[in-house]
Structure formats: C-alpha cells, structure tokens
C-alpha cells in the first residue's frame, strides 16, 4: 500500500542517496485551485522524504486536473478537494474528521526512511574517510575540526551557470555579470541582500576565508530540464549527476581543472552549478531537481577525470524561487558549507521530532531567513568546526561581557565531563542585525555539543529527538516554532540563569551537574550579553578587563572627541553611540553610523562626526582582550548649538583634593576666553511641587512622557488607581522641563511579587545635557510598596526621568504618585578670587577651598563681541583629609563588598561612592552600587565613612 503511495505523495531517494541537501522551504506558499480558490500548503521534509500538507497538517497530492486533494488513510488521492480549514464546508470536515494524517505520516517517513537507510548503509560501505584539508590549528581533542576543503586565506571555487535546451536564466539579462555580482561583490545589495556569498564567508569566517567564485556560463546541456529533474519511483532526480557530467564536458576544453585542486590531492575540490529555473525545495515542482550536495562516483559509478584531476564532489542549486525571483544566496551559503565539512543540523531522517535549530542556523532551515537572501551567520560551533574561531574555555568563576557573533568572533566553551572532550556547551551571543537580521530572538544562545565521528559520517547530527548532538539549550525551555524568540538568553521569557536546577538544567547527557553555573545574565542596549560564571570572577582573574575611563575633551555642533587612558591588558576598545532622545524627549536607542560595538583597535582617543546639533548622545565605551571585555563607561554627552550665544560650555570636575579641585569645560565655537565662579550655594524652601498621580489613567500635561501601561488592582497602586506598570526595558516615565531647579522627587513603588528585582536608573537634564543622577534597586514587592526619595539632585536641574530595566523574570514595577518637589530661592555666594574670573583655556585648578565642603562652579564664553548662555551649576564636595586611620567606630559606615558589588546594612540610605582622590563615583546611590573596576574607594553615607578595597 504504501509502496504505491510514496510515488503518489512522498519523493524518496536522490539516485542512489545524497549526501546532504538544503531542507525544505518551511513557509507556506498558496496555490490556486482550478475553481479559483486559492489553499495555503507547504512543504516538510528534504530530498530525502518530503509531502504537501495543508497548514493544519493534512497531506494533499496534485490531482489530473491540476488541482490539489486530500489523501487518504490509504495512502489514496481523494476525489475530495483540499480547502483551507476556513473555507471548508460542513461535509468535508466530517469526511476529514475520520482521517489519521498524523499517523499517515509516519507510516509514510517509515517506509520511505527504510528504503533510505538501505542507500545510505550500501554507500557508507563503499565511502572511504574524506581527506582532512590541512592540519589542526587548535587542539583536536574534542574532534571539531571536520574541515574537507581548505578553508583559510584566498581559494578559487568552481562556479557554473548552465541553461537546459528548454528552459534559459531568466532573471537577469546578463546572467553572468549578475551571478558574478552575487557570489563576489563587496556591499552587494540586490532584492535586499545583506552581501554577496564572498561577504557571507568574508563575515562569517572574521575574515579569514576569502573565496574566489570563478564563475562560467550560461553554457547549454543537451537534455530538458525535466530529464534531468525526472524521478524513478522513490528515486528523486535520478539523472541529476549527468547534468554535472554534461557541464564538466562542455566546459573542460576551455576550463584549466588543475586549478581547482586546491589541497593537492588529485580531486578537484568541488563543482558548484546554478541550473536554470525552479528549484524543487521550495516550490515541490516534481520535475525540477531539488537543491543537494553529492559525489559523482556514487551517481555514475565513477568520478570524471579532466586535465589530469578527477572531478568527483559537486553541489547544485536552482535560479529562481517560487515567488518568481531570483533565489538568492541562501541555498548556495548551505549546500557550498557542505562543501567545507559542515553537516546538515536538521533532522535528516524526519523520524523522531527533533527540535533542530531551525532559523538560527545556516545548516537547518536558516538559509531561507529575508527571502533567502540573508542567512544567518556560522554559529559558534560552524566557525569552531572549520577552524575560524578558537572558543575561550572556562575554567573558573569569572564576569563575562560578550559582543554579538555579528561584530566579534568570540564564544566561550565549558567542558561536559572531564571523561569526554568530545561533549562540551558553547556560549554565543546573537543580536538581530545583518546577516541575522531574521533570526527569531535576540541575546545569548547556549550551544550542547556532543561529537559522534558517525553520526557526522553519515549526516545524522540531530536525528534523536532524546539526544541530538549540536542542539540549542532553549531558554524557556519550550520546543515549538512559535517560541523560538524565547530560545536566547535573557529572551522573551526573561530567562536570568543557566544551573544544574534551572529548566533547561545545565547538565550532561550523563545528567551530570557541570559546576560552573551561569547567572546574572543581561543584555544592554546595545546587544552586549553580560554573566557571571560560577558567581564571577574578580580583578585578579586572567579574564578580567577593567573598564576604560574615558571623557569627551571637544564637543561642538556637529561632532565630539572622546579620550581615554590605556587600559593594563587591553588588545583594543570598542564603542556604541546612540541618539539619547528625540526633539519630544522621547528615547531613543539608534546607534550613530556604525558606531555599534564597533572595533577601534587600539587607539586611546576618537572624533565622532556628523551628527545632529543640540543632541544629546550616549557613548558607550569598552576594553577587551582575547578573553573578555570590560563593563561598558557611559559618558552623556551633548552637542551645542552652531550659535555660540544658544549654546552653553560643559563643566565637570576631574582630581578633587581638600583644598582643591580641576575643574575643565568643553570648547564652544568662535570664544576668545571664559569666565569661571565657584561659590557655596544656599537653596531656601519651597512649597511648590507638581504631582502626578495618574487619576484617570492620564499624566499631568501634554509635556510629561511615558513609555509603559496602566494597573488598576488593588495593592498595586498608591493613594488610587491607576498606577504606571513598566515591564520591559526602555519603558519609562519623564517630567516636563521646567523653568526652576528640582530639589527632590517622591514617589510610591512596588514590583509584581517578592523574590524579584529592577532596578530604576535615574536621569537628569539641565535643559540642554543628560547626565545619571542615581541607581535604584531596593524596590519592595509587598502590598505596602516602598516610598522613595530621590534628594541630593544636582544644582541646576530641570528635568528628571525613571526609566526600568528588569533584573529577574517576572520583574514588573508599579510607580504612583510621583511629587516633583522645586527648589526655592537660590543664593550663591562667590568665593574670593572666583567671581567671575578670566580664563584664557577651558580648564583651571581651584585652590584654597575648605575641606569637606560644596561647592557649585559655572562658566560661559565670551567672543567677537557676544557671550554664551552660562553652563550648569556643577556641584563638587571637596575631599575629606581621611586615612585609613582617620575612620573610627564612631564614623565607620557598615558597608559589604560582594566582587564589587558596594552594599550598606541600611538597604534604605543613599550613598556616595568617591576615589581616594576625591573624583565622584557615584552619587544618591539607594541598595546597590557595581564598582567600575577595581581599586580603593570612598563611601559615604551622611556622617559615616568606609574605605573599601576591591
């Protein structure tokens, strides 16, 4: 019975078994049926066992007529007409409802897979061990090196465009050019590719494959392209390697062969042909030849011998999609990775359901991600297996900051089991943006890798559905295409740790715990993926960078500098610079031109340019070495208007000592001079405030802003409902810019249930820059909520912004009744010799201030005549004259350090965090403060003092 059916339904085998080929395309297309209805279908399967279903899994053959019906249990096409589940009559879903196409199914994979076995054991028998390319350049112990071809510096690749007699390359006048563009060109754009085929090697490899496609023809084959394309019972495509036969003949009196022998063996190393037309893969067209990779000795018997090489290996794949456009690079990407070593990572048997990587990678069903023009990027394991990433292994605790695969040819490697190297977890990090612009998540993605030289051997890497061997450890533990974008770390499900008791549990098939458990992972805004290994590690591990301390020297209209000191065992730095907020205050995430993590090498100072006047941007800058990157130092910074008398300097404060601080600005266009005041400041108070309390789910005015939704349980607001309910990152809540300082600002708090953390970073604005002005994590998640107090805002703001960012799963903050309290009459009085004094650069050492005490400093240009808008009041403290011995039980604060993490026993006090140079660390600190990097420290709260060593 079912004999019969796989040559009615189910194609089986390629001549005498491929060894590998792209799987079906796994979107659905619709078909019109011969009444004019149209039905959604598919295709499941590859060259090896692939069916038609309806999107609801009915199995459905093209009948006489040229129209689609149902198949039977049987294994029979029905008389009855396949519709679209919505467009099914009363009658044909009772008739359907006696049907078992699941069952069908597996009967019909059994049969066909039997049959496939067979070929593949009778060619097994005869295959003998491919040749390694070249030797080991990393240690092999864990046999990941399954090179073929030599995959390193420039190597020339065998290319050939061939028309049938009825049928010719269509899709572009000049077929040759266009191919050549396609597999070569640098920057190649076309029916929105992010690059050529060379582009795709050029990235995926960091550079270090570099392919030279030689491309040949159109030439014409003597035969159809249904000959070619023709099947023998459950044999597809069975004359498919006579097509290769025919080109290689036709081309060998004008081709030099020897060329293509690129490791010296006496084999050219691979044919790759274009054919012209459709492709079987995605259109399931039965007389067309499905996309595959195969050697010739199994097809014809015997290899093809020119110029005194043999041509055995080749690789095919079709011109044109079923969407009528040209296919892209996508299958070519695929079947060529064959060509280097690389295995199919889907389940070739289609047997046992295993849940293979699907999008996320080139070797399953990645090759049709943005129309088949963008695959995906070699994963951690594809570089490493062909020798183009060295993955760093962990063996002790450390922090680790990870740049995407995209940007950074770096992943990190835990072993399983000290029995088996061959079985190891690969840590990658994975952002949507260029060639994985359509993967389904973004974050870090956990590779489980288990080597079986057999399982490589014969293509059957992920045919165990209980124990596939290069497998994604899924985040939210969920096996489904519709949750792919939670298979990531953190992803959708906000997924914060990786442990022996986590679901996935970080074990070995052995179900072995490994030791080295991942929590605290994150991903920042620029696609960073930041964890900590077995708790993290600290400034004395080999891993550790120290972040980079950098400051912006020129900032002008169009363009700022920013420089730095070098950083003890940094290679090199990179940078991120994004738009801060947009003109209506809302923030914006959009990085500067390439400014993305973008590689500086090693340089310690960088112009940015062309941007926006009077825009405030955020630089994110990072060290790294071979081994890790630093945390990222955030610098705000503004640029100022193309007036000097619009604009207004940037004062900060650099080494504060007790009688003395340095105090510097940034440059404004066309000043002669400035004029500096340092003064003690006195604020009267003030009975004026403006509340939001959100009544009516509205703010106060159309100048606030927020970004989040509404909560109107009880318990879960303040004095009345609603309150704000920020759940994702970036969601936020902004004041208007007012015209008088802000003093202080309260507000009512509560996350969605105790054990889970936020944290709420807090900004200010002077109406003209963005600068941090504290970090809050102590947030209760009780009914009760937590009231809190954000005081000691800097002199000179008008502006104030919440924004949230989660720190556990499940972590949603409530906000209500947020009182902006102004300040009131403010008196400054200049110290002596500081009144407005005359400087001639843009930086001056202030000298005989008293120990101990605040200060405010401003300053503004003067030029041709004009001055500009006077900078915001800086305010600095001067030092204490502490010692180590100055700090007493009287005034010693209670203060803990977990691997530079600053905590106080008093969760509720605001602190201070000080170098021992008096420069601020961090101010208005309420739980928990991450130090930047390792050294001595200042903290203070109120009176009472700590040094702290890290």
């Known amino acids: 019975m079912f004999k019969k059916v796989l040559t009615l339904v189910c194609a089986g085998m390629l001549g005498v078994s491929a060894a590998y080929a792209v799987p079906a395309d796994p979107r659905p297309f619709t078909v019109t049926q011969p009444d004019g209805t149209t039905l959604t279908i598919r295709i499941v399967g590859d060259e090896f066992f692939h069916c038609l279903m309806t999107e609801d899994g009915y199995l459905v053959k093209k009948a006489s007529d040229g129209g689609y019906n149902y198949i039977d249990d049987n294994g029979e096409v029905m008389s009855l007409r396949a519709a679209n589940a919505a467009d099914r009559s009363e009658s044909v879903k009772t008739a359907l409802l006696a049907l078992n196409p699941a069952q069908t199914f597996s009967e019909l994979k059994a049969t066909t897979l039997a049959t496939s076995k067979m070929w593949n054991t009778q060619k097994a028998q005869r295959m003998a061990a491919p040749q390694r390319a070249n030797?080991?350049?990393?240690?092999?112990?864990?046999?990941?090196?399954?090179?073929?071809?030599?995959?390193?510096?420039?190597?020339?690749?065998?290319?050939?465009?061939?028309?049938f007699s009825d049928l010719k390359f269509s899709f572009d006048p000049d077929p040759h050019s266009a191919m050549t563009r396609m597999m070569n060109e640098v920057g190649y754009s076309e029916y929105g590719a992010s690059g050529s085929s060379y582009d795709f090697y050029y990235a995926s490899s960091a550079g270090?494959?570099?392919?030279?496609?030689?491309?040949?023809?159109?030439?014409?084959?003597?035969?159809?392209?249904?000959?070619?394309?023709?099947?023998?019972?459950?044999?597809?495509?069975?004359?498919?390697?006579?097509?290769?036969?025919?080109?290689?003949?036709?081309?060998?009196?004008?081709?030099?062969?020897?060329?293509?022998?690129?490791?010296?063996?006496?084999?050219?190393?691979?044919?790759?042909?274009?054919?012209?037309?459709?492709?079987?893969?995605?259109?399931?067209?039965?007389?067309?030849?499905?996309?595959?990779?195969?050697?010739?000795?199994?097809?014809?018997?015997?290899p093809i011998e020119v110029d005194g090489v043999k041509v055995d290996k080749y690789a095919t794949s079709n011109e044109i999609n079923r969407d009528d456009s040209f296919d892209g690079i996508g299958t070519f990407c695929h079947e060529f990775a064959h060509v280097l070593g690389l295995p199919d990572l889907y389940e070739t048997s289609y047997s046992s359901g295993a849940f293979t990587p699907g999008e996320y990678s080139a070797m399953d069903s990645g090759p049709y991600n943005g129309d088949g023009y963008v695959p995906p990027i070699f994963s951690a394991y594809e570089r490493y297996a062909l020798e183009w990433l060295n993955p760093v292994v962990i063996d002790q605790p450390m922090t680790i900051n990870m740049a995407p695969l995209t940007r950074a040819n770096v992943a990190y490697k835990i072993p399983a089991s000290s029995k088996n190297p061959k079985e190891y977890f690969l840590f990658e990090n994975r952002q949507q943006e260029s060639w994985d612009s359509y993967i389904p998540g973004h974050g870090m993605l956990v590779w489980h890798i288990d080597f079986d030289s057999n399982k490589w051997f014969y293509n059957t890497v992920n045919n165990s559905a209980t124990h596939q061997c290069v497998d994604i450890e899924e985040a939210d533990n969920a096996l489904t295409a519709q949750t792919r974008s939670g298979d990531t770390f953190p992803g959708t499900s906000n997924i914060f740790e990786f442990t022996g008791k986590s679901r996935p549990a970080f074990r070995n098939w052995a179900n072995e715990i490994i030791d080295y458990p991942i929590t605290e992972i994150s991903e920042s805004v620029d696609g960073v993926i930041s964890m900590k290994v077995n708790g993290g590690g600290d400034e004395n591990s080999p891993m550790y960078v120290a972040s980079p301390k950098a400051k912006a020297t020129v900032i002008e209209s169009d363009k700022f500098t920013l420089?730095?000191?070098?950083?003890?065992?940094?290679?090199?730095?990179?940078?991120?610079?994004?738009?801060?907020?947009?003109?209506?205050?809302?923030?914006?995430?959009?990085?500067?031109?390439?400014?993305?993590?973008?590689?500086?090498?090693?340089?310690?100072?960088?112009?940015?340019?062309?941007?926006?006047?009077?825009?405030?941007?955020?630089?994110?800058?990072?060290?790294?070495?071979?081994?890790?990157?630093?945390?990222?130092?955030?610098?705000?910074?503004?640029?100022?208007?193309?007036?000097?008398?619009?604009?207004?300097?940037?004062?900060?404060?650099?080494?504060?000592?007790?009688?003395?601080?340095?105090?510097?600005?940034?440059?404004?266009?066309?000043?002669?001079?400035?004029?500096?005041?340092?003064?003690?400041?006195?604020?009267?108070?003030?009975?004026?405030?403006?509340?939001?309390?959100?009544?009516?789910k509205?703010?106060?005015?159309?100048?606030?802003?927020?970004?989040?939704?509404?909560?109107?349980?009880?318990?879960?607001?303040?004095?009345?409902?609603?309150?704000?309910?920020?759940?994702?990152?970036?969601?936020?809540?902004?004041?208007?810019?007012?015209?008088?300082?802000?003093?202080?600002v309260n507000l009512w708090t509560?996350?969605?249930?105790?054990?889970?953390?936020?944290?709420?970073?807090?900004?200010?604005?002077?109406?003209?820059?963005?600068?941090?002005?504290?970090?809050?994590?102590?947030?209760?998640?009780?009914?009760?909520?937590?009231?809190?107090?954000?005081?000691?805002i800097p002199y000179g703001t008008r502006q104030v912004s919440l924004n949230y960012y989660y720190a556990s799963k499940d972590a949603i903050l409530y906000i209500d009744d947020i009182q902006v309290?102004?300040?009131?009459?403010?008196?400054?009085?200049?110290?002596?010799?500081?009144?407005?004094?005359?400087?001639?650069?843009?930086?001056?050492?202030?000298?005989?201030?008293?120990?101990?005490?605040?200060?405010?400093?401003?300053?503004?240009?003067?030029?041709?005549?004009?001055?500009?808008?006077?900078?915001?009041?800086?305010?600095?403290?001067?030092?204490?004259?502490?010692?180590?011995?100055?700090?007493?039980?009287?005034?010693?604060?209670?203060?803990?350090?977990?691997?530079?993490?600053?905590?106080l026993s008093d969760a509720t006090q605001s602190f201070n965090i000080y170098t021992v140079d008096g420069r601020v660390v961090a101010l208005n600190v309420v739980g928990q403060y991450q130090l930047p990097q390792a050294g001595l420290y200042i903290v203070k709260a109120g009176s009472k003092v700590a040094k702290v060593n890290w």
Not at 732 to 744: G, M
């Open 821 to 903: 309290n102004f300040a009131g009459e403010i008196t400054d009085v200049a110290i002596d010799g500081y009144d407005g004094i005359r400087v001639d650069g843009t930086s001056h050492k202030v000298t005989g201030l008293a120990e101990n005490t605040d200060y405010v400093a401003y300053v503004k240009a003067f030029g041709n005549g004009e001055e500009s808008k006077v900078s915001r009041a800086l305010g600095f403290t001067t030092a204490d004259p502490l010692s180590v011995d100055a700090v007493t039980s009287e005034n010693r604060l209670a203060v803990t350090v977990d691997n530079g993490l600053v905590r």
């Open 208 to 302: 270090q494959f570099l392919p030279k496609f030689d491309v040949y023809g159109p030439i014409t084959l003597p035969s159809s392209y249904s000959y070619y394309g023709a099947d023998r019972g459950s044999e597809i495509d069975f004359r498919a390697a006579e097509m290769i036969r025919d080109a290689i003949n036709i081309l060998d009196p004008d081709v030099d062969f020897t060329q293509y022998d690129r490791n010296g063996d006496g084999y050219v190393d691979n044919v790759y042909v274009f054919y012209a037309g459709y492709g079987q893969a995605d259109t399931g067209m039965e007389n067309v030849i499905w996309p595959h990779a195969f050697q010739l000795q199994y097809a014809l018997g015997a």
């Open 750 to 792: 509560r996350l969605s249930r105790e054990n889970v953390s936020a944290r709420l970073e807090v900004y200010g604005s002077d109406g003209v820059s963005k600068y941090h002005i504290a970090t809050i994590t102590e947030i209760d998640g009780t009914e009760e909520g937590t009231n809190l107090v954000i005081d000691r």
């Open 135 to 163: 030797g080991d350049e990393y240690d092999n112990s864990d046999g990941h090196d399954i090179r073929v071809f030599p995959t390193n510096g420039e190597q020339n690749v065998l290319v050939v465009c061939v028309n």
């Open 563 to 696: 420089q730095w000191d070098a950083v003890a065992g940094a290679d090199g730095y990179m940078l991120t610079v994004y738009a801060f907020e947009d003109s209506d205050g809302a923030e914006l995430y959009g990085h500067v031109a390439d400014y993305l993590t973008k590689d500086l090498g090693n340089i310690t100072s960088i112009e940015i340019t062309d941007l926006d006047s009077e825009q405030a941007y955020v630089a994110r800058l990072y060290a790294y070495n071979r081994y890790n990157m630093s945390a990222a130092q955030e610098i705000n910074i503004s640029t100022i208007s193309d007036d000097m008398t619009e604009s207004a300097p940037m004062i900060n404060v650099g080494k504060v000592e007790t009688n003395a601080a340095e105090l510097w600005w940034t440059a404004l266009p066309d000043a002669e001079y400035y004029e500096l005041t340092v003064a003690t400041r006195t604020v009267g108070e003030s009975n004026e405030s403006e509340i939001a309390s959100f009544d009516g």
């Open 698 to 744: 509205k703010l106060p005015s159309s100048q606030w802003y927020s970004f989040g939704g509404w909560e109107t349980r009880t318990g879960y607001f303040g004095e009345s409902a609603p309150s704000l309910k920020l759940s994702a990152v970036g969601d936020l809540i902004e004041t208007p810019v007012y015209d008088k300082d802000i003093r202080t």
